[in-house]
């Protein structure tokens, strides 16, 4: 079994900035790609970001230039540093991670969200 844990969301004015931290634990071989979803109220959920293993990022284009995902291995953790927020970028964001678990099973985990709101 493996969860992952978001934190950091919350209230920011436009133009602040928030960091969003998501740690993985449990039964672990290793894991793979890690992203940042998001979901706006009545809106599809959207890809924001990824990052390989080896560091390698993607964005969406609407995120290129405010956000930065990052990760640290040793911790199985991934961060988004969001800056110039934006009131459109109110949405519950997900953690997402494809891990190989101890038992050689890959499968693809979800965090259970973390709500951030930018206020004009």
């Known amino acids: 079994q493996v969860q992952l844990v978001e934190s950091g969301g919350g209230l920011v004015q436009a133009g602040g900035s928030l960091r969003l931290s998501c740690a993985a634990s449990?039964?672990?071989?290793?894991?793979?790609?890690m992203a940042w979803y998001r979901q706006a109220p009545g809106k599809q959920r959207e890809l924001v970001a990824t990052?390989?293993?080896?560091?390698?990022?993607n964005y969406v284009d609407s995120v290129k230039g405010r956000f930065t995902i990052s990760r640290d291995n040793s911790k199985n953790a991934v961060d988004l540093q969001m800056n110039s927020l934006k009131p459109e970028d109110t949405a519950v964001y997900y953690c997402?991670?494809?891990?190989?678990?101890?038992?050689?099973?890959?499968?693809?985990?979800w965090g259970k969200g973390t709500l951030v709101t930018v206020s004009s």
């Open positions: 449990g039964s672990i071989f290793r894991v793979y790609v």
């Open positions: 990052i390989t293993s080896i560091g390698s990022t």
């Open positions: 997402n991670a494809e891990v190989r678990t101890k038992d050689y099973y890959s499968m693809n985990y």
